[in-house]
């Protein structure tokens, strides 16, 4: 469907989820276009948040607060270690576990990399002022809650 298609739509015949979805994906190609010069992209990105938020986090728990299997974590992981972007060392008290942590350089990526979602915050809630910031910020982070409540009781892990 075309933009011009797109844009003649009625809001309430699309579902929300639809909605969420588009906006979900154009971000990322948003992202991934702006993070080429840091050869990283949106995943990663995310990854970088999960460890900027809590010191030395291992693997795991990494994986389970991204909705990423364990697999996808260290291969990634791994990239953003050969990069120098995190840290990586093994965990005292479980051998078998990595504790992960930002890297200096991994710290400035990851401010770097947060000008670029403002530039885009900008360009799509502030431009159009449909909706107050703040008030949808509280929105999203309400709908994401639930769901992860409604995945955690309805989902098993595959």
């Not at 906006?23 to 050869?39: K, M, P, Q, W």
């Not at 576990?97 to 360009?123: A, C, H, M, Y």
Request: aromatic content about 4%; glycine content about 4%; hydrophobic content about 35%.
């Amino acid at each position: 469907m075309s933009l011009e298609e797109f844009k003649k739509m009625d809001a309430s015949a699309l579902p929300a989820g639809k909605l969420i979805t588009m906006t979900a994906r154009g971000l990322n190609i948003y992202v991934n276009h702006h993070l080429e010069s840091f050869d990283i992209n949106a995943t990663q990105l995310h990854l970088l948040f999960e460890i900027s938020h809590q010191t030395n986090l291992n693997q795991e728990k990494i994986a389970s607060r991204c909705g990423i299997n364990k697999g996808a974590v260290a291969r990634s992981i791994k990239k953003l270690e050969d990069k120098g972007l995190v840290i990586r060392q093994i965990d005292e008290n479980n051998r078998r576990q990595n504790k992960v942590s930002l890297s200096d350089k991994g710290k400035e990526t990851l401010n770097q990399s947060i000008s670029i979602l403002n530039d885009w915050e900008e360009e799509v809630i502030d431009k159009n002022q449909l909706i107050e910031k703040e008030l949808l910020k509280k929105v999203l982070k309400q709908i994401v809650i639930s769901t992860i409540e409604i995945n955690q009781r309805e989902v098993k892990d595959e």
